[in-house]
């Protein structure tokens, strides 16, 4: 059955969970939430729509007013959406080490993208955002502090999940944090309506932050000063900036997070790539890395155990980056001996 909505972001939000057949443990329920079913691709339609609409209730976004936002990228193609089909011109600042297809994406959304340094990572991205909204007057949706962006997976995210899990065992939700939008927006909801779920969270192994105790040294409204000691780089482009976030640092001091998870490169990978070959569910790094931590968990809890994981975003995003390295785009030798097994239309013949 069809449906009709009065616009394209009226689509945001109530995404499909999944279940996971051929890569779950026996005797485990294992399930994602696949935000790539937002109408750009990923989990940071929500927040865009969120801060936003805030915004305009609040009077601090003024019609017509430039929006401008740091972003790696997924944010800032969800406010691309958001801000052609409200009318507000969009400024992104990115470091250039994010993938292309991003930039283009927002591009064509009508967005300007202004790249920083790849030496200044996310602190330059975030500074250069900052400097542009005071010299020109420009509204910073400040998508690392501000609370309209817990306050919509509060609305959203985790209505969804109660009401698919409603009467059912959730034993285990697990997620990434990127601004920690998700996680404490979510976290805190099921803290307080399904108390016996735990709350994982899963972070680079190259780039523990949150497992390293060392505490993020903030100015007065909350943004970092300077870069965490624990940062190295890592593929999970959306994860872990090179600070610990305002929102993501509330989620450890309300004391909602279980247990903590670091997740290697390979694995990430390699889930993700498992994902689209044996479940033909088709999504990002940071996804394959949560999945990874679900099964982890998995293989933990105990028989008959429900455990959901969040997908953030489509593998699509990625075409240009490691996850794609071994994909050729010319015939393996396998698919030459195919071709070659019939005598038509064969290349080259
Ligand atoms: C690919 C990807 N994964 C995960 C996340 C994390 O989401 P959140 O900002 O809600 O922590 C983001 C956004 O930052 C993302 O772009």
């Not at 009709?4 to 051929?22: C, D, H, M, Q, S």
């Not at 959730?170 to 976290?187: E, F, I, Q, R, S």
């Not at 105790?213 to 000063?225: K, L, T």
């Not at 028989?303 to 997908?311: A, I």
Request: with cysteine; hydrophobic share 40%; proline share 6%.
């Amino acid at each position: 059955m069809g449906r009709k909505f009065a616009n394209i972001l009226e689509t945001v939000g109530n995404t499909p969970v999944v279940k996971i057949n051929r890569l779950a443990p026996a005797g485990i329920n294992l399930f994602v939430k696949v935000e790539a079913f937002n109408p750009l691709g990923s989990v940071k339609d929500r927040l865009a729509l969120g801060v936003i609409e805030d915004a305009e209730r609040s009077g601090r976004l003024k019609p017509g007013q430039t929006v401008v936002e740091a972003t790696s990228g997924n944010t800032g193609i969800g406010l691309a959406m958001v801000c052609a089909q409200k009318g507000y011109p969009l400024v992104v600042t990115m470091a250039e080490t994010f993938s292309v297809e991003r930039r283009r994406l927002m591009r064509f959304l009508g967005a300007k993208v202004v790249l920083t340094p790849a030496a200044q990572r996310g602190m330059g991205m975030v500074v250069k955002a900052i400097e542009l909204a005071k010299t020109h007057g420009w509204f910073l949706t400040r998508q690392f502090e501000n609370e309209a962006n817990p306050d919509f997976h509060s609305q959203t995210t985790a209505r969804e999940i109660l009401d698919d899990f409603a009467g059912e065992r959730l034993d285990y939700w697990v997620t990434g944090y990127g601004t920690g939008g998700t996680l404490k927006g979510v976290a805190r909801v099921l803290a307080k309506e399904r108390p016996d779920t735990k709350i994982i969270v899963c972070e680079p192994q190259d780039a523990q932050l949150l497992g390293s105790g060392i505490v993020q040294q903030r100015n007065p409204d909350g943004s970092p000063v300077t870069s965490h000691p624990a940062f190295k780089s890592h593929p999970m482009q959306g994860w872990t900036p090179d600070f610990i976030p305002k929102l993501t640092a509330d989620a450890v001091d309300m004391g909602l997070i279980s247990a903590l998870l670091p997740i290697s490169n390979e694995d990430a990978m390699r889930c993700s790539r498992e994902l689209a070959r044996k479940e033909g569910i088709f999504v990002g790094i940071t996804s394959g890395a949560t999945f990874a931590g679900g099964l982890r968990i998995c293989r933990e809890a105990p028989k008959g155990s429900t455990v959901l994981c969040m997908l953030p975003d489509t593998g699509e995003r990625y075409l240009s980056t490691p996850l794609f390295a071994d994909v050729t785009a010319e015939m393996t030798e396998e698919e030459q001996e195919i071709s070659r097994s019939t005598p038509s239309a064969r290349l080259g013949a």
